[in-house]
């Protein structure tokens, strides 16, 4: 079988091209994906099977040989706190959107100071969920 790079992959179109290590392009659509992979990353190795479409080669039953890992991913993944530490962050977020929700109900917007800092606990909360 030949094998090849994920040149690019479109999740939302459902396509995309491999570059067989010959040099040739192939077109990638969904239907070729393993199940349960919905994308590919760009640089992906693959393994596939070739079918003579109507506009060319043809991908077909692609394997994932080796997923190119994300250097943030594996960087944000190593700086991971601990649950006891979010149960504080989350605690104290609560207790700041508490505060908030108590003057809208008042009719009243938070001052600038108090809502940027709300508002950079909550992205800093967003990040560390999404690690």
């Given at each position: 079988?030949p094998t090849?790079?994920?040149?690019?992959?479109?999740?939302?179109?459902?396509?995309?091209?491999?570059?067989?290590?010959?040099?040739a392009?192939?077109?990638?659509?969904?239907?070729?994906?393993?199940?349960?992979?919905?994308?590919?990353?760009?640089?992906?190795?693959?393994?596939?099977?070739?079918?003579?479409?109507?506009?060319?080669?043809?991908?077909?039953?692609?394997k994932?040989l080796?997923?190119?890992?994300?250097?943030?991913?594996?960087?944000?993944a190593?700086?991971?706190?601990?649950?006891?530490?979010?149960?504080?962050?989350?605690?104290?977020?609560?207790?700041?959107?508490?505060?908030?929700?108590?003057?809208y109900?008042?009719?009243?917007?938070?001052?600038?100071?108090?809502?940027?800092?709300?508002?950079?606990?909550?992205?800093?909360?967003?990040?560390?969920?999404?690690?």
């Amino acid at each position: 079988m030949p094998t090849g790079k994920v040149r690019f992959y479109d999740a939302e179109k459902g396509f995309g091209f491999i570059s067989e290590d010959s040099g040739a392009d192939v077109f990638l659509h969904a239907n070729a994906l393993p199940e349960g992979i919905t994308t590919l990353k760009k640089g992906v190795r693959v393994e596939f099977g070739i079918v003579e479409g109507r506009k060319g080669a043809q991908a077909l039953s692609v394997k994932v040989l080796d997923p190119v890992q994300s250097v943030a991913a594996n960087k944000s993944a190593q700086n991971r706190r601990t649950p006891e530490e979010l149960v504080v962050i989350i605690e104290d977020v609560v207790q700041l959107l508490d505060g908030v929700g108590e003057g809208y109900r008042a009719g009243r917007r938070p001052d600038r100071k108090l809502a940027s800092t709300v508002a950079r606990a909550l992205r800093g909360l967003a990040d560390e969920l999404e690690k």
